[in-house]
T-cell receptor
């Protein structure tokens, strides 16, 4: 079964501290993975995807097929990073179907 | 470009009534996706439509739910005879034509349905 698990509902860190939001997936093929973010009172938006290998707003994520993980990391958290983060997996049909995790709220304290 | 529009933003229905949720994709986009978010859960895929076609409805409940994306006008998600368990946030997303990148999805603000 295709599944995405984000084990933490809430992650609270102080400004300047490193951040790692965990994401594990279950998928039988070669998945495509994404991180979406929803800032307060804004729409859900794509943050990054593993095939682009970009760093967006200082965030990176590496696909680890051995551990079936796609953790989102940032070395120094900023207050404006506070948001809801969703890890997502592409479905097998290549029709744009996304399978989302439950989401993790990141709270960056001053 | 105003982005993906959804209306209404909030909808209250009594049990047994019908709910109609509308989604206008971004200008130039011809693919529409509907997702449902139940309280304390992530978004769950419901259906993927192109103009006048349902491409993937693997996430749609078998009864009471239907979706369409007509040649003209917005995409409609219709829920007949609503029950309390239908209370959720319903999100629409759109993507550009072609299947080069179906995951480049732009989300609307969502419609929060409350069934009393």
């Amino acid at each position: 079964a295709q599944r995405v698990t984000q084990p933490e509902k809430l992650l609270s860190v102080f400004k300047g501290a490193p951040v790692e939001l965990k994401c594990n997936y279950s998928y039988s093929g070669s998945p495509e993975l994404f991180w979406y973010v929803q800032y307060s009172r804004q729409r859900l938006q794509l943050l990054l995807r593993h095939i682009s290998r970009e760093s967006i707003k200082g965030f990176t994520a590496d696909l680890n097929k051995g551990e079936t993980s796609f953790h989102l990391k940032k070395p120094f958290a900023q207050e404006e990073d506070s948001a809801m983060y969703y890890c997502a997996l592409s479905g097998s049909s290549n029709t744009g179907k996304l399978i989302f995790g439950q989401g993790t709220t990141l709270q960056v304290k001053p | 470009n105003a982005g993906v529009m959804q209306n209404p933003r909030h909808l209250v229905r009594r049990r047994g009534q019908e709910a109609r949720l509308r989604c206008s994709p971004m200008k130039g986009h011809s693919h529409v996706y509907w997702y449902r978010q139940l309280p304390e859960e992530g978004l769950k895929f419901m259906v993927y439509l192109q103009k006048e076609n349902i491409i993937d409805e693997s996430g749609m409940p078998k009864e009471r739910f239907s979706a369409e994306f007509p040649k003209e006008g917005p995409s409609i998600l219709r829920i007949q005879q609503v029950v309390r368990g239908d209370s959720a946030a319903y999100f629409c997303a759109s993507s550009p034509p072609g299947l080069a990148d179906p995951y480049e999805q732009y989300f609307g603000p969502g419609t929060r349905l409350t069934v009393t």
